[in-house]
């Protein structure tokens, strides 16, 4: 294939890319926004195959891994179920570094092979794209790798701190920077290979000190990471979808990064170099044992929505875990027959990841119109007959906004403590996933449902 043809249909590709961001920016034309990702990338895949064209008795190894990636990566996307989705996501992170430090070591390797120049003489931009691409690369691999065990609860979703880490992240980083520029004069593989460690290093210092309840940004900031090192990738390869694809991919991670830092109140700075979260845990820590809560029922429950003009549902992680999802439909279809208004609120970081309620309720085929953002809908509270919390834990917490000890402090959080009555679905008095007791449970207008959510909002249906 020609180089003009060639990048023509490369150009097409990157528009469906860019369409595909547009699409998935709304539930309502997110299925739409996948089918053009797909479309693209598949284009980017043919093309470069009929680009590339001499591979010999290598295409026959290409053609088989490819065929047995694609089919290990449809097996677990079939299987995988919503409550691991953000597990998911960061181990598919994980395997986007990997390849661009597969990729940049093969080709410090062999720079003839990619027309780079030769062993001990690479072209120096070519040098200085390889060693960025592998240094992000190698970062989003082991960032994504800790991500994935904290998300999994294989590794403590505490963050995990000691004296002086934020001063050995900045060493390592300007280490990093000042052996690239030795790399690119003395081109010794020695360097090379010291880069590449230190940047695994600097991926789990980096993640470590990151608590749970933030997790969810770190997924985008680890997606953004991802797109850059692919983009750095793509330089050196001369790869223009991927150049193309890498970009967008890393510049609508950061700036979704951004959105929600912005709408946690946190630094977008403290994000992107880790450790902010780290604050001392003990004195949001409360002996739950001396505090009186509000024990109730399904038909308790029941009776206060039926008889309620207003309800507001606030998903959580804990929704996603019993999959109820589709039983909340149900009981939101009975009370409406009943003339009760009744909207969700979605908090940006309820779940593990961006979106994470937002595709649970649209798989249950919840109406777009009655599905409101924190900033849209936290006001309503105070005329709100009814809260309905299920599964949401540390997004509803009150002490974000008293207690300036708190991990979570200067997060905004829905007030669902306004309404006049919560009706508080959770298997038991045990901390959400940032560690810290929530207040809320024990407010005289709450009333804790201990039971499964699914079994709980079932009960409650069959009570209506």
Not at 339 to 367: C, D, F, Q, T, W
């Amino acid at each position: 294939m020609s180089a003009n043809l060639s990048a023509f249909f490369y150009l097409i590709s990157g528009i469906l890319f860019i369409l595909a961001l547009r699409g998935l920016s709304s539930p309502e034309t997110s299925r739409q926004g996948n089918y053009f990702g797909i479309a693209g990338m598949a284009i980017s895949i043919i093309v470069t195959f009929l680009t590339v064209g001499n591979f010999g008795s290598g295409f026959i190894y290409v053609l088989f891994f490819l065929l047995i990636g694609g089919s290990i990566g449809a097996f677990i996307a079939f299987r995988i179920p919503m409550t691991a989705m953000p597990e998911l996501v960061a181990g598919f992170h994980s395997l986007v570094g990997l390849a661009a430090v597969f990729v940049a070591i093969a080709a410090f390797l062999k720079p003839e092979a990619f027309n780079l120049g030769f062993t001990g003489n690479i072209k120096l931009a070519s040098l200085i794209e390889m060693s960025l691409g592998a240094s992000i690369g190698a970062i989003t691999f082991s960032g994504s790798i800790i991500a994935f065990l904290k998300l999994r609860g294989i590794m403590s979703g505490a963050p995990i701190t000691f004296t002086g880490q934020h001063f050995i992240n900045l060493f390592l980083g300007l280490s990093i920077i000042f052996l690239i520029y030795y790399l690119c004069t003395s081109q010794s593989s020695n360097i090379f290979w010291t880069i590449v460690a230190i940047s695994f290093l600097v991926g789990v210092l980096l993640i470590i000190p990151i608590g749970g309840a933030d997790m969810p940004v770190v997924i985008s900031m680890l997606n953004s990471y991802s797109g850059w090192a692919a983009a750095g990738i793509g330089f050196t390869l001369e790869n223009t979808a991927l150049i193309i694809t890498g970009a967008l991919v890393g510049s609508s991670g950061a700036i979704l990064s951004y959105i929600m830092c912005k709408g946690m109140n946190r630094s977008f700075f403290n994000v992107i170099l880790g450790g902010w979260g780290a604050t001392d845990q003990s004195s949001t820590t409360q002996n739950k044992e001396q505090k009186p809560v509000k024990n109730g029922n399904a038909d308790d429950a029941a009776f206060l929505m039926k008889n309620a003009s207003s309800v507001i549902i606030v998903p959580g992680y804990g929704m996603a875990v019993a999959q109820a999802q589709h039983a909340l439909r149900e009981m939101v279809d009975a009370l409406k027959k009943n003339g009760v208004k009744v909207s969700y609120a979605i908090h940006p970081v309820a779940g593990r990841m961006p979106g994470h309620m937002n595709v649970l309720l649209a798989e249950a085929n919840v109406p777009y119109d009655e599905v409101f953002e924190l900033e849209e809908i936290n006001n309503d509270f105070a005329n709100c007959d009814v809260a309905y919390v299920i599964g949401a834990n540390d997004v509803t917490n009150p002490v974000a906004k008293s207690d300036p000890q708190s991990p979570i402090y200067g997060m905004p959080v829905l007030d669902v403590e306004k309404s006049k009555s919560v009706l508080f679905v959770k298997r038991s008095l045990s901390p959400g996933y940032a560690g810290i007791d929530n207040d809320l449970f024990y407010r005289d207008n709450t009333l804790m449902l201990f039971a499964d959510a699914k079994k709980m909002t079932e009960e409650i249906v069959k009570s209506l």
